[in-house]
Structures are given as structure tokens and as C-alpha cells.
């Protein structure tokens, strides 16, 4: 199992300093990766203590990428129908270059109903429109040669490094098909595993039908503070029914705090084995 931190870009916690000390707390300890979330436009009824403030999960990546030394860089989810397919791609592309492969994409269709309306989008179609970028990205990472064709007009996909592993975000019937059919994992909210082993195992005949591989499965949630033994039990019988990666999330207001997490991930995972 690999062990990935949920790192705030809200709030407070989204300052500079603080991002970059947890960061390095987390590359330094030796867990595997680090996942930012994705909002452009909370409403004011709505700030989820964040205060509005948000910062660009690509753009906030691409800085990480220079602050650290191996660790994997992860959006948790980016919200597919908010962006445009073809620069998306190639921000995404960039990234992966730029930070020597580092970069793991989950990739969501979103929920916020004020955010669709702030932008323009129709949420009644954002399925589709996640699909769109998900096809695109398959072209542009995995086609033969560096040409992609897009509204009828070739172009040169450059840089192309190798292609970040897809995780699609979500719950339900379509966020499983869409992960069988084009992701490499499946990324679940949540750490109960008497509720993820029904879905993890219809992911898997999904995937068994399409002749596709069987989906990794990156589960997000909590782990029991300071109780090293009972969040090994429960990392445990995740890995039992199929979780491959397991990433702690948590509330944290400066780096201080986020060290407490990285500290118990730490101490489950070597109870774990």
C-alpha cells in the first residue's frame, strides 16, 4: 500500500510558508505523495471556513514541484468540466515534464452548483464534459506519435512526457464505469471497508469486461489520531478488499498540526508492515 497527505489549499493553511513546510515534511518523512483539491468560485454562503480562498490545484502543483524532492504531486479531484480540454492537457503535460514525472491526476466531474453558474458551464452536462478531457488526455499521452487531432485540426502534443496515471474521482455507477474505462485508479471518499469492497469488487468485473486492468483504488479519509495500532487495523482491512493507496485527510490551520498527521500516517504504516 503507498501512503499519499491531503494538503490544504484553503484558508490559512494555503499560505506560502505553511504549503511549503508541509510539503517538505511529508517528502522528508517518505510518504509517497501529496493531493490538493480543486474550487475556482465559492459563494459567500458557502466558504467551508476556507474564506473563500483558494488556490489553483495545477498552478500550486507546479510550485511544489520545485519545492520537493520526490514526491508524487496529486489533485484530489481537478474538476474536469471547469476547464478547457487542449491547455488543461497541456498545463497537465508540463507539469509531469517539469517535475520529472511526478504528477498523479484524479480527475472529478465536480458538484457545486454555484460554481457551474459562476462559470457558465451546464452541470447537467458535466459526464460529457469530463469524458471529453479524459478522451483527449488519452489521445494526447497514449496515441502513436506526437500529432493529435482536435476540432478537425492536427496539432504537435510537445512536450509529451510519459502519461501521469488517471485516478476518477467520485461515487456511484458512472464514476465506476468512467474508472474502468479510463482511468488507472479509482479515488473513493471515505475509510470504511465493509462500504468500499461491494464497489472495489463491481470496479473490478467492470474493468474484467472492457479487458482493461484492474484499477488501483486511492481511498481518502481519516485514520484514529494518535492510535498508531488502530489505524494499522484499519489500513489493513482496507488492504483486504482491494485499497491500494491510502491518503489522510484532515483539517490543519499551520504546519505544526499537518506534522501531527504525517507523524501518525508514519506510525501506522510502519506498524503495518
Known amino acids: 500500500m503507498k501512503f499519499g497527505l491531503a494538503l490544504r489549499v484553503m484558508g490559512e493553511a494555503s499560505r506560502a510558508d505553511v504549503l511549503l513546510e508541509c510539503a517538505q515534511a511529508a517528502d522528508a518523512a517518505g510518504m509517497d505523495d501529496l493531493w490538493v483539491q480543486d474550487h475556482l468560485a465559492i459563494p459567500p454562503d458557502d466558504a467551508e471556513g476556507s474564506n473563500g480562498r483558494y488556490l489553483d490545484p495545477l498552478a500550486t502543483l507546479a510550485w511544489l514541484a520545485a519545492s520537493t524532492e520526490r514526491i508524487g504531486l496529486g489533485t484530489g479531484v481537478l474538476v474536469a468540466p471547469y476547464r478547457r480540454p487542449l491547455p488543461t492537457a497541456k498545463s497537465i503535460a508540463t507539469i509531469q515534464e517539469l517535475s520529472g514525472g511526478r504528477v498523479l491526476l484524479g480527475v472529478g466531474v465536480g458538484w457545486m452548483g454555484a460554481e457551474f453558474r459562476a462559470l457558465g458551464v451546464d452541470?447537467?452536462?458535466?459526464?460529457?464534459?469530463?469524458?471529453?478531457?479524459?478522451?483527449?488526455?488519452?489521445?494526447?499521452?497514449?496515441?502513436?506519435?506526437?500529432?493529435?487531432?482536435?476540432?478537425?485540426?492536427?496539432?504537435l502534443f510537445r512536450p509529451n512526457p510519459p502519461a501521469p496515471p488517471i485516478f476518477i474521482g467520485g461515487a456511484g455507477p458512472h464514476a465506476l464505469e468512467r474508472a474502468a474505462r479510463y482511468g488507472e485508479g479509482w479515488m473513493p471518499m471515505g475509510s470504511d471497508p465493509a462500504r468500499l469492497g461491494p464497489d472495489i469488487a463491481k470496479l473490478r468485473d467492470l474493468s474484467d469486461a472492457l479487458g482493461r486492468p484492474r484499477p488501483q483504488v486511492a481511498a481518502l479519509g481519516g485514520l484514529p489520531p494518535g492510535d498508531p495500532g488502530r489505524a494499522a487495523e484499519t489500513l489493513h482491512a482496507l488492504a483486504q478488499v482491494g485499497v491500494t493507496r491510502f491518503i489522510a485527510g484532515g483539517r490543519y490551520a499551520n504546519a505544526s498540526e499537518f506534522r501531527l498527521f504525517v507523524d501518525d500516517l508514519v506510525a501506522a504504516r510502519d506498524q503495518l508492515g
Open 123 to 155: 452541470r447537467g452536462r458535466r459526464g460529457a464534459e469530463t469524458d471529453r478531457l479524459l478522451d483527449l488526455l488519452r489521445r494526447c499521452f497514449h496515441g502513436e506519435g506526437d500529432v493529435v487531432e482536435e476540432n478537425d485540426q492536427a496539432f
